[in-house]
């Protein structure tokens, strides 16, 4: 068995050494949740959702361990973290009343009666990417639990110590052997099985739309379900008649929390010509304010990058012909920083208008109108989230329905609800996540007919 170092991004000191499981390793974990499947399945429906209940108070029990240890391995600021763990205790008590409620339906019929069943599928396969590894875990595994299925999870190789932690939780809950695993290993190895092997019915994978695409072709081979959340190049869009304070005061949380390290970032600010000289004047501020640093310490809004590569390649957006407006602060000494950073393309086709670039750089462009606006959220390969600054509510409501994106906020940058279904249109991904039909997603529809004639 191999293993791999855990590394502090803010300090660059290893944390622990983590061990890797191998093919063989997963194919024993996925017959061990397949044999488990057929118990869980058949536990009643109130008796799963009190595991779940329990699985909800044990998290909760220990959301300052988990936080702690999301702050030493992936470098998310202390208040984010705990946001984040208590996300999961949310997420399991939500779903928590999902086992109870997934309703079949009596169908008017000719002769008989006819009624539909919500089957799970078996053993589902989740694979977490390193950006967010508490929440994105718990938004797979807890409607795939709560809808009677088992769980193999694997983690980021960069992040995997909170969903080691999880995986503990859950059997201290009561939750029975091989109903939930956490599988640490390499995408290559642990991922790749969950896609080729039979005995895996799903596959819910967050990350970079080249490897999701990689993975749903991999399906296609088995017409395995899937469910995929890729990138991001959501706009940001602010009309002159916006609060324009309010709006350039929050505009930099909207794309620096976590470092930018975010699908939903609102990487491209578009403004409206006639105010964007104030916007920038007013953005400024809000940008250099930005508390950068030790990620432990209560008052800090953004940490590190997750690895020197990461930054690297964040670093690689901002070319030496690129024009920076301004920039934020970052500390000094070890840690993988990189300062917010404020830019203004010169070009349509400039990388950092068309690419993703998971980091704290924002470019800010001006439209003309309504149509221009739409036009420019539009123009890109990606349609995960967004914002809409405005005081005019029809334009509100005119500009959500013409922008191609999954989950779009007006005068607000929030775009995850665990009660609200979540997920993008075009390559940002396949599916939707949380909301109340979330187990659905992990269900076949049964139909029987009954004669009584």
């Not at 202390?78 to 208590?86: L, T, V």
């Not at 396969?125 to 508490?134: C, K, L, Q, R, S």
Request: hydrophobic share 45%; with cysteine.
């Amino acid at each position: 068995m191999t293993t791999a170092q855990v590394v502090n991004p803010a300090t660059e000191q290893v944390v622990t050494t983590v061990e890797l499981v191998g093919e063989a390793e997963t194919d024993a974990a996925i017959a061990d949740a397949e044999r488990a499947s057929a118990a869980w399945r058949d536990i009643a429906p109130g008796d799963r959702a009190r595991l779940l209940r329990c699985f909800a108070e044990a998290v909760d029990t220990d959301l300052e361990r988990l936080a702690r240890l999301e702050v030493a391995n992936a470098g998310h600021t202390i208040g984010n973290a705990r946001w984040e763990a208590g996300n999961v205790r949310d997420v399991l008590h939500y779903a928590a009343g999902m086992p109870e409620r997934l309703l079949g339906n009596q169908i008017p019929v000719a002769g008989g009666v006819d009624i539909t069943f919500h089957e799970p599928l078996g053993v589902v396969g989740v694979i977490v990417p390193w950006n967010f590894p508490m929440p994105i875990a718990a938004w797979g595994f807890a409607p795939a639990l709560a809808a009677g299925n088992t769980v193999v999870l694997k983690p980021a190789e960069l992040t995997p110590l909170t969903a080691i932690r999880l995986g503990e939780l859950a059997l201290q809950a009561g939750l029975p052997e091989g109903v939930f695993q956490v599988l640490p290993g390499k995408g290559s190895v642990v991922g790749n099985r969950f896609v080729t092997h039979p005995a895996v019915r799903k596959v819910v994978f967050t990350g970079s739309t080249e490897v999701g695409t990689q993975i749903m072709a991999g399906c296609a081979r088995q017409v395995k379900r899937v469910t995929l959340e890729l990138g991001g190049k959501s706009a940001n869009i602010v009309f002159a008649d916006a609060d324009l304070e309010r709006a350039a005061a929050t505009a930099p949380y909207g794309v620096f929390d976590n470092a930018g390290q975010d699908c939903c970032a609102r990487s491209r600010i578009l403004v409206q010509r006639s105010v964007f000289d104030r916007f920038l004047e007013l953005l400024e501020p809000a940008v250099q304010g930005v508390r950068v640093g030790d990620p432990s310490d209560e008052s800090t809004e953004m940490g590190p990058l997750i690895s020197a590569a990461h930054r690297e390649r964040v670093a690689g957006f901002v070319e030496r012909s690129t024009k920076v407006a301004f920039t934020g602060s970052r500390p000094e000494g070890p840690g993988f920083w990189y300062p917010p950073t404020v830019v203004l393309p010169s070009a349509p086709a400039d990388r950092v208008l068309t690419e993703e670039v998971f980091g704290p750089v924002v470019a800010v462009l001006p439209f003309e109108d309504e149509a221009d606006a739409v036009r420019i959220a539009n123009d890109t390969e990606y349609g995960l989230s967004g914002s809409i600054w405005t005081s005019d509510v029809g334009r509100a409501l005119r500009v959500s329905r013409g922008v191609e994106a999954g989950n779009l906020s007006v005068n607000s940058h929030s775009s995850v609800r665990y009660w609200t279904p979540f997920g993008g249109f075009k390559r940002s991904g396949l599916g939707r996540e949380l909301g109340p039909d979330a187990a659905l997603a992990f269900t076949e529809t049964k139909n029987v007919f009954l004669a009584t004639q």
